[in-house]
């Protein structure tokens, strides 16, 4: 707070002159397809499931989302990690990120995979979304998610480097930095798996998300269908 009143004493005087660009609020898709794209030359199929969601970092459920998203694909104990590299070997890892936007957010799941077996790995990235929205995630894997997601909200805060970005962050997201610091770890800890479930069932539409291939030809075939 200390290092926000002097930023912002230091740099009062600034003075700009554009305006505030208007955004309109994502849409997203209105039905599922697959959009191929040829790159010649391409040893790899890059596999990308996208969705545009109207969410933000204010709405009450934005952090069910974000802990939800962690356990299908934040990291390499993700269940798209643990599916299509541990179990299959098929990827050198499958991750899904949430990319936070003025209006809303981009969703995205990935994988890049040999040609032979693209089929089969996107039927288990969009079989493991679907996971999520059809099953509570077991208590356990949840408790576990919350210890390190915790962690790495405290590491995050150990650094005036890391401190002051997490600031402007909260600002940018127009969140009351004070509250957040002072709630985020009980709000983590207070989540439970049918507000997860609740989450994936609301925002990951199966019947909204685009796919896009990326590859030196037909890779999919019939399973390209959405």
């Known amino acids: 707070v200390l290092l926000k009143e002097s930023l912002e004493a230091g740099l009062s005087a600034w003075k700009g002159k554009a305006k505030k660009a208007r955004v309109a609020n994502p849409t997203g898709a209105l039905s599922a397809k697959t959009s191929p794209i040829q790159r010649a030359g391409s040893s790899q199929v890059n596999l990308v499931v996208a969705q545009s969601i109207l969410l933000n970092p204010k709405d009450d459920d934005f ?14 104990t993700g269940r798209l990690f643990l599916n299509l590299r541990v179990d299959k070997g098929y990827t050198y890892g499958s991750y899904s990120r949430i990319d936070a936007r003025d209006k809303g957010l981009l969703w995205t799941a990935e994988a890049q995979v040999r040609p032979e077996i693209a089929a089969e790995a996107l039927a288990e990235m969009r079989k493991e979304i679907l996971r999520m929205r059809d099953q509570e995630v077991p208590p356990e894997q949840l408790e576990s998610a919350k210890r390190y997601l915790s962690g790495v909200f405290l590491m995050r805060l150990a650094s005036l480097e890391g401190f002051a970005d997490y600031l402007i962050q909260l600002e940018k997201e127009g969140l009351d930095p004070k509250k957040v610091l002072a709630e985020r770890l009980a709000k983590i800890a207070a989540l439970t798996p049918a507000q997860l479930r609740a989450a994936a069932l609301k925002y990951l539409d199966p019947d909204k998300m685009v796919t896009v291939v990326v590859s030196d030809g037909p890779a999919l075939g019939p399973a390209a269908a959405p």
């Open 63 to 76: 952090l069910a989302f974000q802990v939800m998203n962690h356990m299908l694909g934040g990291s390499a």
